[in-house]
């Protein structure tokens, strides 16, 4: 059975491109930043309940459409 999928580069840098890789404990406690395609957007500090998530769950791509009235 594969254990959690989690790039092994993240560990020496904290600024993330790789959104598919899995949050682990070792990570618990540090602020990192998310790549969205755009902008690297910060995240706080990582707690207890974000461990087992995906780092592009909490770094959104799309913006909801805003329509004008007339």
Do not use: Q, W
Not at 14 to 22: A, E, F, G, K, M
């Amino acid at each position: 059975m594969k254990g959690p999928y989690c790039n092994p580069k993240i560990k020496e840098n904290l600024t993330i491109i790789d959104r598919s890789s899995v949050i682990l404990p070792e990570f618990l406690g540090k602020s990192i930043s998310v790549y969205n395609g755009k902008e690297y957007k910060t995240f706080g500090k990582i707690t207890i309940d974000h461990i087992g998530k995906k780092f592009g769950e909490f770094s959104p791509t799309k913006r909801p459409a805003i329509y004008k009235r007339k």
